[in-house]
């Protein structure tokens, strides 16, 4: 018996050497063999897929990367991913900063390029983490309702909104708890706008989206992130708001500098596919992994296929 | 007047009204919105009275209450688990409703509470069923049956085979992560937890000191003891980088292997003080007459009786520790909790859970029957103290 197991075993042995050997002759050159630049981004579809563009693009010009794409759930961790050592390359949103800075409501925030060359500015300064190009994209906190109940209603953007809750309007609207805290979430819209939400017409915890698509307990309007994939699916309508009120959200690959300082060529080879993803793009994509369960790495794939970065396979 | 075993003859009536039910599976367009609510009989067409005749023969043969009866009863519910299965599977390609080539069954209120009561059929047979290897073996049949069908692609309408294909590329991976951090952390539990188990039921200090820790770390919530963890973690890789290749990282099993074994080591302490101490005395003192030293009086008296006891400690800290490795995801530890935290869709939360599920059943039941086939464990007494886990 024992016999045996050491002839498959060996047999086994045997076999991963000559198929490793086999791949390795195959691979071209790698310029950081033994350095894997470590790419690290949480389990949701928008970082999963702009993770697994990064690490298309990356193997594609020769870089060796480890992969721990969607390997945080939840987003808790961002802040920590961006900081710690064991990352190099993360994803980020140019409107967190303000968090990041501690100077939630401030202007600079509502312009993609202004807020964008602040915190860059301030986490290479204090932390020396490089904020590579963003994306012309806004992933912004806007108000959503079903497509029913906006065509009911004649509800277009916010002033007509705000007109529906003045003259009393039926409301139940959910909302995590930061965004009815600070100047630029739902009190700025108030304040923009002209209206006011009830204390009990807000359900105060969490984004509802798919509460309201079916009028659980009455939920009629949810803050939505505007590039979420589903909002075609759940039959929802994004409230336009012209006076962009909210911060703009503009997804950016954030990598070390310690990184960045030894393989420049990753803000190009980045740059190629980010500055062609806006928020309409976002959408579609993360259409495709919500809605239809599609594989964030193969919609990542024919999306750089499409855009002719990456050849056909 | 013959008295009816009423609790299966209702739980039998319960699964045929699930059938049904108008609630019975949701179809969905895409992948998250439930756009039609169907019944048992539109979803599943002629296949429908298959399944209910089969469910029909079960009250007959729980009505006749002979053993035979029984153990063909339990055969007949797993036979119309698996049959309606794979005719809901089958039926998304006739259904008359406007689809995509994403579209998929989901199970509704009516499928979950056949699936209940069935359940409860076949437990409240089994207790009438004497033959031990009856029910193993056609569960075994049955979760045989629809691998196969799984494998084949038979079952390619229903949502969870739908999700397990956008999810396949890491599926394997990080189900033989979330079995490793399990396996690796029981392996530590049962090395500290025994032998602290012995110690603190020698020692009085040594008993203050540990309880002390460990009923602390007990009450701090899963999350939070991790996210604590993360902190230390995160100041030795730092400091000392060569450290990260065993693991002592900021983002990885690390810190949750560590929490989890803080839980783990709790029952097993527990349950190895409480084996030694219920080891009658008078025991060891008839083996130091005959003379016995003190390693063997150990080893041929005290551990043996001790033995069920702390294998109940470890049945408890394992079962805890399969359904608690979920956390590791949240902080880069991989494992199945990658599925159960994506609450988008209850079929993404399932292809995580349902393993978790079937490893935790089988740590159970399979620890028990070990406790129960130890030869040494003669009164049964003894095994139901230990269930009970004093």
Known sequence: MKKAISMVLAVAMMATMLVGCGKKSEEKKVVNADDPIVLMLPSTSEYEIIGYMTLLALEKGGYACENKIGAISGLDMLREMMLSDEC????????????????????????????????????????????????????????????EFAAANNIEDMYDFAEYVNNGGELKLATPQYWVEYAQGLPGMEKAYGFKVAENQLVIGAKAEKEVSEGTDGMNCTMIFTTDGRIDELGLYVIKDPLEIPPVYAPCLVAKGAVMEAYPEIADLTNAFMKTLTTEVLIGLNRKVDSEGADPETVARDYLVSIGLLDAE | MKRYNKTIIVLVLISGVALVLPQFMYFKKLRIVANEIISALFCLGDAFYIVMGLIFIVLVLVLLDKHWAYCAAELFCCAAFVLLLYYESQSLESLPLEKTEFSRLSFGPGMWLWLASTAGVIIKASERVKLKWWLPLIISISALLIAALAVEGRLDGLAVMKEYYSQKSMYLENLITHITITLGVMAAAIIIGVPLGYLVQKSKAAEKITFSIINITETIPGISFIALLMIPFALLSTKYPELRQFGIKQFGAGPACVALTFYAVFPIVHN?????????????????????????????IMLPLAFPAIINGIRIAAVYT?????????????????????????????????????????????????????????????????????
């Open chain 1, 88 to 147: 190099d390359i993360t994803m980020g949103y140019t409107g967190n900063g303000m968090y990041y800075m501690e100077e939630e409501g401030e202007k600079v925030w509502n312009s993609l390029q202004d807020g964008y060359a602040r915190i860059k500015d301030y986490d290479k300064k204090t932390n020396n983490v490089d904020w590579l190009s963003p994306a012309p994209a806004n992933n912004t906190e806007l108000l959503a309702v079903t497509k």
């Open chain 2, 272 to 300: 190895t003080r409480a084996g030694f101490k219920l080891v009658d005395g008078n025991f060891v003192e008839v083996a130091k007459a005959m003379g016995m030293s003190g390693s063997t009086i150990f080893f041929k």
């Open chain 2, 322 to 390: 399969v359904t608690g490795t979920t956390l590791a995801s949240m902080i880069g530890g991989g494992g199945l909790g990658y599925y159960m935290l994506q609450t988008d869709s209850m079929d993404t939360v399932l292809l995580g859970a349902i393993p978790v599920v079937i490893m935790a059943f089988s740590i159970d039941k399979g620890l028990r029957s070990a406790v129960r086939l130890l030869p040494f464990v003669g009164e049964k007494r003894s095994i139901e103290g230990a269930e009970r886990g004093i």
